[in-house]
């Protein structure tokens, strides 16, 4: 079982370039998120998709955009990179918004802005 | 502001004892509280759950408790293996979904 996949799993890009980081979940889930994690800040949420077509800010989601272009993938972009978005990201799905359910975490994208 | 406060420090553990970590919260009534365990390099991965109505959770070598008068919940590991260090987790839940994780404690068991 594949699970949550993120890709690319590390990457360095200049101050001012755009990337897209991939998610893609096999487990049928509806809800999927993307978080960051900084030393001694923990995991922050950027974006959440409660479902296919939606999607809604989190607590950091400034200099960030999203697609969730189906159920299974949601993608995030930094259409300018900037040094304080130097972080690892991850990317979580859940079955649903509401629930018991716990979420599942793909194993990171390490992301260094120069 | 919702707060969660985990041990800032690093918890040093003797192999074969039982390991306590403290999740307090403020602010907030959370509906459920989840742990999970972050190894260097991976994701979290989802320990336990327990629902503000119970007092104790097991589940083989853990424990978990939530005191929503304390606002605290407390997570044992019993006969503690060097395998079982890693970061660990509180994640408070709301009944509206907003989970808020802590910072994480990290968990060093010494052989």
């Known amino acids: ?114 | 502001s919702q707060k969660i406060e985990q041990n800032s420090e690093a918890l040093n553990i003797q192999e074969g004892k039982t390991a306590t970590l403290t999740c307090n919260y403020t602010n907030y009534s959370p509906a459920y509280l989840q742990w999970y365990r972050q190894d260097p390099g991976r994701g979290p991965v989802f320990l336990l759950l327990i629902r503000e109505n119970e007092k104790e959770k097991r589940k083989e070598r853990l424990k978990v408790t939530f005191d929503t008068t304390l606002k605290q919940s407390l997570f044992h590991i019993t006969a503690s293996q060097p395998a079982d260090s890693a970061t660990y987790l509180c994640a408070p839940l709301n009944r509206d979904d907003k989970i808020i994780f802590g910072k994480g404690t990290r968990l060093h068991i010494l052989p």
């Not at chain 1, 370039?17 to 998610?23: D, N």
């Not at chain 1, 979940?25 to 950027?46: A, F, V």
């Not at chain 1, 300018?80 to 599942?104: E, K, M």
Request: proline content about 4%; charged content about 20%; overall charge positive.
């Open chain 1, 1 to 114: 079982n594949a699970g949550v996949t993120q890709t690319p799993k590390f990457q360095v890009l200049k101050t001012g370039q755009s990337m897209t980081l991939q998610c893609a979940q096999d487990m049928n889930h509806n809800s999927m998120y993307w978080y960051r994690q900084d030393p001694g800040m923990g995991l922050r949420l950027i974006y959440y998709s409660a479902s296919e077509g939606t999607t809604d800010k989190g607590e950091v989601p400034n200099g960030y955009n999203v697609s969730r272009l189906n159920k299974r993938e949601f993608s995030l972009r930094l259409e300018s990179a900037a040094p304080s978005q130097t972080s690892v990201y991850f990317c979580a799905s859940r079955v649903d918004r509401v629930g018991l359910q716990p979420q599942h975490f793909g194993d990171g994208t390490r992301l260094s802005i120069l």
